[in-house]
């Protein structure tokens, strides 16, 4: 393959990756104001209002899944991104001398089904937190006491070493690669889906804050994204993890103490 079409290949992913990390951030936004306007998400301090309970329909909960899948692809995409440009050079390299290759497309939906996986799971814990009034709205957050407990759980989960291990791979893939590399779609599939369940591991207690903040307070979404990114990214993201454990910890035993 020549050096030219490479170059043209790797344009085509990072505008694939932009174009649909685009398309889910402007959905979400557009939600996000939505539900702003209609008053149904809110800042930390709506986890004093009385709960809305109203009963779900069907439609409700494939609209909130949706809502979720596409929100998790928002705030994942992004830091997977230096990940799939890793992996598509390995393919790029393999198919240049003739060695069976794995499409890169097929890594990033196997990413994503991981993700979406945890939207189901995310949509049945929103659908079971706002039939118990626990949430203040179907996308509004739980209540001071409980969400600072949550926070002291996710501060502690950040100084764990499930934490740490899921962390360590999802900052430096290439060894999981070049080591457990699988040829075809159905290979390239299952190696991203290796993946997300690492990068899942790493930051399933930062998207559960979701339910402390506002299932749909875009701010906090787009910190969160931020963080989530950093922590993958930095060279000193593992303190910054550390870090940010110390925060939450305080921060919950505040809520807890103010609730009291």
């Given at each position: 393959?020549?050096?030219?079409?490479?170059?043209?290949?790797?344009?085509?992913?990072?505008?694939?990756?932009?174009?649909?990390?685009?398309?889910?951030?402007?959905?979400?936004?557009?939600?996000?104001?939505?539900?702003?306007?209609?008053?149904?998400?809110?800042?930390?301090?709506?986890?004093?209002?009385?709960?809305?309970?109203?009963?779900?329909?069907?439609?409700?909960?494939?609209?909130?899944?949706?809502?979720?899948?596409?929100?998790m692809f928002a705030m994942m995409l992004?830091?997977?991104?230096?990940?799939?440009?890793?992996?598509?050079?390995?393919?790029?390299?393999?198919?240049?001398?003739?060695?069976?290759?794995?499409?890169?497309?097929?890594?990033?939906?196997?990413?994503?089904?991981?993700?979406?996986?945890?939207?189901?799971?995310?949509?049945?814990?929103?659908?079971?937190?706002?039939?118990?009034?626990?949430?203040?709205?179907?996308?509004?957050?739980?209540?001071?006491?409980?969400?600072?407990?949550?926070?002291?759980?996710?501060?502690?989960?950040?100084?764990?070493?499930?934490?740490?291990?899921?962390?360590?791979?999802?900052?430096?893939?290439?060894?999981?690669?070049?080591?457990?590399?699988?040829?075809?779609?159905?290979?390239?599939?299952?190696?991203?889906?290796?993946?997300?369940?690492?990068?899942?591991?790493?930051?399933?207690?930062?998207?559960?804050?979701?339910?402390?903040?506002?299932?749909?307070?875009?701010?906090?979404?787009?910190?969160?994204?931020?963080?989530?990114?950093?922590?993958?990214?930095?060279?000193?993201?593992?303190?910054?993890?550390?870090?940010?454990?110390?925060?939450?910890?305080?921060?919950?035993?505040?809520?807890?103490?103010?609730?009291?």
């Amino acid at each position: 393959m020549q050096p030219g079409v490479t170059q043209r290949h790797r344009a085509l992913v990072i505008g694939a990756l932009v174009a649909l990390a685009g398309l889910a951030w402007a959905y979400t936004i557009h939600l996000g104001l939505g539900m702003s306007s209609d008053g149904m998400s809110g800042g930390m301090t709506g986890g004093m209002a009385m709960p809305m309970v109203m009963a779900w329909s069907a439609t409700d909960f494939v609209f909130m899944f949706i809502m979720w899948a596409v929100m998790m692809f928002a705030m994942m995409l992004p830091s997977v991104t230096p990940t799939v440009l890793i992996f598509e050079r390995v393919r790029a390299r393999r198919e240049q001398t003739g060695r069976p290759f794995a499409p890169t497309l097929a890594f990033v939906a196997g990413y994503l089904l991981i993700w979406i996986g945890f939207s189901l799971v995310a949509t049945l814990a929103n659908w079971w937190l706002h039939r118990n009034g626990v949430l203040t709205s179907m996308m509004g957050q739980v209540g001071p006491m409980l969400g600072g407990v949550l926070l002291i759980l996710a501060g502690i989960f950040q100084w764990t070493r499930l934490k740490d291990a899921c962390l360590d791979h999802c900052r430096s893939p290439l060894g999981f690669l070049t080591t457990y590399w699988r040829d075809g779609i159905g290979g390239a599939a299952r190696m991203g889906m290796h993946h997300g369940i690492f990068c899942l591991g790493c930051c399933w207690m930062l998207m559960a804050l979701l339910f402390v903040l506002g299932v749909m307070n875009l701010p906090w979404v787009a910190v969160l994204t931020v963080v989530v990114l950093a922590e993958k990214t930095l060279p000193f993201g593992r303190y910054l993890s550390r870090a940010l454990g110390v925060g939450l910890i305080v921060w919950g035993a505040w809520l807890c103490a103010i609730s009291i």
